[in-house]
């Protein structure tokens, strides 16, 4: 065994040591039609005075975040908007909103938006709560403060940050992304409420839905067993491929957004069990250094990778084959895979996502890959990327 090899053994292990420590926060979800209001009462009874809300622009010109919050009015609750949040959120927004907290003297944090909006707000509560750099998180367990209560109404149906003790944000002046993680930025009460999603654009539509099947994939194909990963990526990837198509050809099919975001929910639980893979160790890097959307960059990468698993990963791909119902129990184990693959490929394709970039640069890939193998070294992968093969999905990305 290689010296990393052992190294990338040992770090499982003492992650997977330390996630079981300690008690699991409080947390109550809302689901359906109407469900952004029943938080919205659950948040007077908490006893919330003064509320900072964490958004983007668009979705505030929209009308989304007031008809999101219509249940707010008149309750006593005091609201101080933060629209700042962009695609791939830096520490410069997470600073600009916990000078809004502090100053305002805001007791929670409500997130309303994307992955986006929803990470920026838990680095922003926990940041409001400590004078300690949020740059020095990077990695597991390291906010070990108490974090101000954080609610969340996600918009799109993709990152499952609303059911994650995650975050990701960039480094404007590295263009490097990184992840926080800890106990205390699960977010206290959610809303899935697919009245919110009904506009949604279709190709937002379909990238956060390639994001949503991207977590339960490497949740379901990696290599810890715990809790209930398998069973929740399991319930995402059906719900992903029966209904995915459906949400991006009729965006107001209130069916497939119901189902779509109970996904993206089912498998940010998974990868809350397990964390993710080499998938994003390669989109984290394309999306912070050329601003590519997550959901996109997940989307390019992700079939190179199950390849490039093929073997090791076969029998848990085989499963998901007859999951997304496109192969007959029976086959070997490598056929199944083979078409579990191809399914991918075809759903990518049917949804409008595209297979390649021109945004990626050759002369960065050797870059690229430094920082996907080793952020690769962190997650609970069938089997780590080696620099070679790393290039060489580099490459087949690019336009």
Known sequence: MSLRKIKHAFTLFLMKTLAGLGPSPAYMAYTGSGSAAALCRHIIRSGVRKLLLVTDKPLRDLGIVDQATAALAGSGVEIVIYDGVE?????????????????????????????????????????????????????????????????A?????????????????????????????????????????????????????????????????EAYICVWDRGTRKEHAAMAARLIFRHLRDAVTDGANREARDAMALAAYYAGIAINQVNVGNVHAIAHQIGGKYGIPHGLANALVLPHVLEYCRVEAGEALAELALLAGVGTAGEPVDTL???????????????????????????????LAGLALKECESYPVPKLLEREPTLDILRKITA
């Not at 709560?129 to 740059?135: A, F, L, Q, T, Y």
Request: with cysteine; aromatic share 4%.
């Open 337 to 367: 895979a083979g078409k579990f693959i191809a399914a991918v490929v075809q759903l990518r394709a049917d949804v409008g996502l595209p297979e390649t970039t021109d945004r990626i640069r050759a002369q960065d890939y050797d870059y």
């Open 87 to 151: 695609p791939n959120p830096t520490y410069d927004q997470v600073a600009a909103g916990r000078k809004l907290m502090l100053e305002y003297h805001c007791d929670a944090v409500l997130a309303i938006g994307g992955g986006s909006s929803i990470d920026a707000a838990k680095i922003i509560a926990a940041s409001a709560s400590s004078d300690e750099d949020p740059k020095t998180w990077v990695g597991f367990g390291k906010v070990r403060h108490e974090v101000p209560k954080l609610y």
């Open 153 to 217: 109404i996600p918009t799109t149906s993709g990152t499952g940050s609303e059911a994650t003790v995650g975050a990701v944000i960039s480094d404007s002046a590295t263009l490097e992304k990184g992840v926080i993680s800890g106990a205390g930025l699960l977010p206290a009460a959610v809303a899935l409420d697919s009245d919110l999603m009904l506009g949604m654009p279709a190709p937002i539509t379909a990238a956060t839905g390639i994001d949503a099947l991207t977590h339960a994939i």
